[in-house]
């Protein structure tokens, strides 16, 4: 059981370029989340989907967009990337059918914008 | 207002000891609580939760929650160097599902 998948593990872009950051995940979960992890800062909410076909902006929403594609799969794009985009970004999925779910996180994307 | 607050550390004790972890947060319609915890250049992993007021119990980790206070608290008992990592306090925020993380407590445990 692979739990939450997350692609590329590691990324180095230049200043405008773009990228998407793939996610799948193999729970059945209906919610899935991204979230970015800066030094100091915890874990920000970025963007939620809490069932397939929904997508909602979370606490740092700006210079992303998400793609909610299939129960399994959310992806996260940015568009023209910029340093202050340098950070370690994680999926995680969850079972919001039941009660208050604990979150299930991928190992991380972390990506450098030089 | 940050709706999680926890002491970023680090938090340093001895092999052996008993260490103390603590969160207080704003949302006095939080029903649950979970910790995470995340050793370095890893994602968070799920090591407690607590829905009601008092204490739960899971092996050498006690959890406790004081609703009226808005307190929450991890312990860790007979604390191992394996132990030492980043302690993730997550309720859900602003009255919904969505887990809000505090900035997380750095625990070490040394020899």
């Known amino acids: 059981n692979a739990g939450v998948t997350q692609t590329p593990k590691f990324q180095v872009l230049k200043t405008g370029q773009s990228m998407t950051l793939q996610c799948a995940q193999d729970?059945?979960?209906?919610?899935m989340y991204w979230y970015r992890q800066d030094p100091g800062m915890g874990l920000r909410l970025i963007y939620y989907?809490?069932?397939?076909?929904?997508?909602d902006k979370g606490e740092v929403p700006n210079g992303y967009n998400v793609s909610r594609l299939n129960k399994r799969e959310f992806s996260l794009r940015l568009e023209s990337a910029a340093p202050s985009q340098t950070s370690v970004y994680f999926c995680?999925?969850?079972?919001?059918?039941?009660?208050?779910?604990?979150?299930?996180f991928g190992n991380g994307t972390r990506l450098t914008v030089t | 207002q940050k709706e999680v607050e926890q002491n970023s550390g680090p938090l340093s004790v001895p092999e052996g000891a008993i260490a103390s972890l603590n969160c207080t947060y704003s949302?006095?319609?939080?029903?649950?609580f979970f910790w995470y915890r995340q050793y370095s250049g890893k994602s968070p992993e799920l090591i407690m939760f607590?829905?009601?007021?008092g204490d739960k119990e899971d092996g050498r980790f006690t959890a406790q929650l004081n609703k009226a206070s808005q307190y929450v608290s991890l312990l860790i008992r007979d604390s191992q160097p394996s132990d030492s990592a980043t302690y993730l306090c997550?309720?859900?925020?602003?009255?919904?599902?969505?887990?809000?993380f505090g900035r997380g407590t750095s625990l070490i445990v040394h020899p």
């Open positions: 729970m059945n979960h209906n919610s």
């Open positions: 989907s809490a069932s397939e076909g929904t997508t």
């Open positions: 995680a999925s969850s079972d919001l059918g039941q009660g208050t779910p604990p979150l299930h």
């Open positions: 949302d006095r319609g939080s029903q649950s």
């Open positions: 997550a309720p859900p925020g602003g009255g919904s599902y969505i887990p809000t």
């Open positions: 607590i829905y009601s007021n």
